[in-house]
């Protein structure tokens, strides 16, 4: 079964980094797209990035461009999400998302979290002074 954990969240001030890791099961990377999303408390699960492992094209949601980065490293099957100037509103449940997708992809499924079949448990950013 495929599996995603995340890690790498925790407390940052406003202005800080933090980098994010989803390990993923060899199972899982037989797909070939994986994505971060985020969900604050009462709020719906909204897209961050998404990479294609095989051709590293990535696509973000234009409250993370510029400040954020998602990549991955084939060896450690592992997915990573760089942030840096981190604001309050960052603040959430940060999740690791695969599927598999063949042909065109829009940016707009790949931005829908039903796109995904597969899930990690989430890890805790919270950005506070």
């Known amino acids: 079964q495929a599996q995603l954990v995340e890690s790498g969240g925790g407390l940052v001030q406003p202005g800080g980094s933090l980098r994010l890791s989803c390990a993923a099961s060899e199972r899982t990377f037989s797909n070939n797209y994986m994505g971060w999303f985020r969900q604050a408390p009462r709020m719906e699960r909204d897209f961050v990035a998404a990479?294609?492992?095989?051709?590293?094209?990535?696509y973000y949601a234009e409250s993370a461009k510029g400040r954020f980065t998602i990549s991955r490293d084939y060896a450690k099957n592992t997915v990573y999400l760089q942030m840096s100037s981190l604001k309050p509103e960052d603040t959430a449940t940060y999740y690791c998302?695969?599927?598999?997708?063949?042909?065109?992809?829009?940016?707009?499924?790949?931005?829908?979290?039903?796109?995904?079949?597969?899930w990690g448990q989430g890890t805790q950013v919270t950005v506070s002074s």
């Open positions: 990479i294609n492992w095989r051709a590293g094209s990535t």
């Open positions: 998302a695969a599927a598999g997708l063949n042909g065109y992809i829009s940016t707009a499924r790949l931005m829908a979290a039903t796109t995904y079949p597969y």
